[in-house]
């Protein structure tokens, strides 16, 4: 009688151990599949995916900060950093979610405490692709003109294909008469600007 419960409780764990790995699969199939459609713009229909994805696997920080990103790209602000918070609840050093919060801290004026976390993010990860030019804007709002001088080369070494880093440091140093580097960004501006239409082009 002992050794059946003994092997009917083996079984039952053996049967929850399969469980969890199979919701741990959906639960990232499905972040996945919302990860494209973000990638695509789709936020609506991505944040549906992300949505189901947490709700398998409600531990999940990436798909949580990733319903707070397709909730600022919907202008559900308050919801974003609700959700953001969450994450980092989860997981503090949660750099979507860090990133997330701190451009929503931005566009609510908090200068300050975004950049604090633009800091922590950059601190986390110094290859990230963004957040060393927002961190040059902060450091202009500051009047730290050197500081964002050397984040925005930073940005421009970590991600020469963004336009902006090359537009802000080019108009950085058009008020200091540097003419010529001034004019030359513009140029490495549009080349990148370009390079980031192509693909639209031929897919029209």
């Known amino acids: 009688m002992v050794k059946n419960i003994m092997n009917i409780a083996l079984i039952a764990s053996l049967f929850l151990a399969i469980s969890c790995n ?3 699969r959906l639960d990232l199939k499905l972040m996945n599949e ?10 609506q229909t991505a944040l549906l ?9 409600p531990r999940n920080d990436v798909s ?8 600022y790209y919907l202008n ?7 959700d953001f918070n969450k994450s980092l609840k989860l ?7 860090l990133f997330g919060k701190s451009l929503v801290l931005w566009d609510l004026g908090d200068y300050l405490g975004a950049y604090t976390l633009f800091d922590s993010v950059s601190n986390i990860n110094p290859k990230h692709d963004k957040v060393f030019y927002y961190k040059a804007l902060a450091a202009l709002k500051f009047e730290d003109t050197t500081f964002a001088i050397n984040s925005l080369g930073i940005a421009i070494n970590n991600a020469p294909q963004f336009p902006e880093p090359y537009y802000l440091l ?3 140093y058009l008020k ?3 003419i010529k580097l001034a004019d030359s960004l513009v140029k490495l501006a549009t080349q990148a600007q370009k390079r980031m239409q192509s693909p639209q082009k031929k897919d029209n």
């Open 49 to 57: 995916k992300f949505q189901t994805s947490s709700q398998v696997n």
């Open 176 to 178: 200091q008469n540097r």
């Open 91 to 97: 997981n503090r050093t949660n750099n979507i979610a």
């Open 22 to 24: 199979n919701s741990d």
């Open 170 to 172: 080019s108009s950085i």
């Open 34 to 43: 919302g990860k494209v459609l973000f990638f695509q713009e789709d936020y």
């Open 76 to 82: 559900e602000t308050r919801m974003a950093i609700t």
């Open 64 to 71: 949580i900060a990733y319903i707070g990103f397709c909730r």
